[in-house]
Nanobody
């Protein structure tokens, strides 16, 4: 069973930065689809950033393009989400996910999820 352990969430002021980390156990990390999703109170879970395989293209939600950067470190079996210029609208629980498939923006390709980490951006 794949386990995902997230860290890096916290409370920051608007305009600040955070880096989320997701350490994955198991095998085939390089070929796995890895993604970040978030869910704010009263809203549905939404796509943030993802890639279908290591070295493949990365997709971003329009709301975070230019501010968030997704990266993978195969040696550490870890993915990161660097979040800059944070806005109050970014406040949510952020989830790391792992799966298989070429359409990494779709929730249906993900079968493993982390516990979630809270990101709160104050105005």
């Amino acid at each position: 069973q794949v386990q995902l352990v997230e860290s890096g969430g916290g409370l920051v002021q608007a305009g600040g930065s955070l880096r989320l980390s997701c350490a994955a156990s198991g095998r085939r990390f390089s070929s796995a689809a890895m993604g970040w999703f978030r869910q704010a109170p009263g809203k549905e879970r939404e796509f943030v950033a993802a890639s279908s395989w290591s070295g493949g293209p990365t997709d971003y939600a329009d709301s975070v393009k230019g501010r968030f950067t997704f990266s993978r470190d195969n040696a550490k079996n870890t993915v990161y989400l660097q979040m800059n210029s944070l806005k109050p609208e970014d406040t949510a629980v952020y989830y790391c996910a792992a799966g298989q498939g070429s359409e990494s923006v779709k929730r249906s390709v993900y079968h493993y999820w982390g516990q979630g980490t809270q990101v709160t951006v104050s105005s």
